[in-house]
């Protein structure tokens, strides 16, 4: 079992920034960062592939959005720049054991979200 902790959401302005913290009880295979908005189903926004550090995003956060992570803490991190409106959303964290996807379904352990608000 894979406990996940989120942090750093919050309220900031259009073409502002955050940063996004997920701690991490365990290691696992691949982490990724999702979102949510009331009505619509969870969207991959990112992950970051374990062993070698590789990463992928969705194409609505290319160049504006950067994961990474930190080992000695087991933390995850999302830089989150340029933000606009339609990135509100409740942020997630999760953990994959297998494969690595922005497909919420390979997802085995989640956090329990933390909420961006971006205004225009």
């Known amino acids: 079992q894979v406990q996940l902790v989120e942090s750093g959401g919050g309220s900031v302005q259009a073409g502002g920034s955050l940063r996004l913290s997920c701690a991490a009880s365990g290691r696992t295979n691949c982490m990724g960062w999702f979102r949510q908005t009331p009505g619509k189903g969870r969207e991959g926004v990112a992950l970051i592939y374990t062993p070698t550090l590789s990463t992928g995003y969705a194409d609505s956060v290319k160049g504006r959005f950067t994961i990474s992570r930190d080992n000695a803490k087991n933390t995850v991190y999302l830089q989150m720049n340029s933000l606009k409106a339609e990135d509100t959303a409740m942020y997630y964290c999760?953990?994959?054991?297998?494969?690595?996807?922005?497909?919420?379904?390979?997802?085995?352990?989640w956090g329990q979200g933390t909420q961006v608000t971006v205004s225009s």
């Open positions: 999760a953990a994959a054991a297998g494969v690595c996807d922005l497909d919420s379904r390979y997802y085995n352990y």
